[in-house]
């Protein structure tokens, strides 16, 4: 969230879109101009009360404060050096895993699961966070497993013998093999032909209600100085 006349994002605004850059794939990154009208409703829903505020916003949906039932994530302000690298750190260390860890003993479980299943074999002792990008961006569409290289068995039943190893099982019970460059878009492009069609007709967030008695916004750099309560660190 910004202002175009804010000094701090103007000097924030580089360092943004280098992060940007770095998270092609991997983390959507979005600015707000807080000065459009159409965006100050937004702005004091979330009670933006100073420039640059950054929050990040978790795959997980969670209890809407403002309408019940409603989708609603709720959001963390980040407090840490406004660089690229620091953005980009932080970031992932905000991505979740969304899938199994796939051993010897439960595989056959996991491949009768229902539906396409992506399985990767690793010899990286975490998820990496590619893997768990992938995971959150098909969450619901692909059940996602990730094989340590310990697990001998499963490896020779696949024939895997070097690592990183992206299998996906088909619906039809066949096994197809990336081979492309590893790349959060390239691999996204090639899961998306084995994900089923998004449902339509979903929920939707619905307009932002006003929160009661939003904090308002700054609106003029004098008033930029006076307000800046999250960014006063420059």
């Known amino acids: 969230f910004y202002a175009p006349w804010c000094g701090h ?24 101009n807080c000065d459009v009208e ?7 829903y979330y009670q933006i009360q100073g420039f640059p505020t950054i929050k990040v916003f978790p795959a997980d949906f969670s209890e809407n404060p403002h309408q019940k039932g409603a989708p609603f994530k709720t959001p963390t302000d980040y407090q840490g050096a406004r660089s ?21 003993e439960n595989i056959d479980a996991f491949v009768a699961q229902e539906g396409p299943k992506v399985l990767l074999f690793s010899d990286k002792p975490k998820t990496t966070s590619l893997f768990k990008a992938l995971s959150g961006h098909f969450n619901g569409l692909l059940r996602f497993g990730q094989v340590q290289k310990s697990n001998t068995a499963a ?7 070097a690592f990183p190893t ?3 099982l088909t619906a039809d019970g066949n096994v197809d093999k990336y081979s492309g460059a590893l790349s959060p878009v390239d691999i996204q492009s090639y899961l998306t032909k ?11 967030p619905p307009s932002p209600p006003s929160p009661p008695s939003p904090p308002p916004l700054p609106t003029t750099p004098q008033s930029h100085t006076s307000n800046h309560r999250r960014t006063s660190t420059p």
Request: include cysteine; charged fraction near 20%; aromatic fraction near 8%.
């Open 166 to 168: 992206l299998l996906v």
């Open 84 to 104: 690229a690298d620091a953005i980009v750190g932080w970031a992932l260390n905000q991505l979740k895993y969304f899938g199994d860890v796939v051993t010897d």
């Open 9 to 32: 994002c103007k000097n924030l605004a580089p360092q943004w879109e280098a992060a940007a850059t770095k998270l092609k794939g991997l983390v959507k990154i979005g600015a707000v």
């Open 155 to 161: 490896m020779s039943r696949y024939g895997v013998t």
């Open 194 to 204: 084995f994900a089923p069609p998004k449902k339509k007709g979903g929920r939707s």
């Open 38 to 44: 159409a965006n100050k409703q937004l702005a004091g």
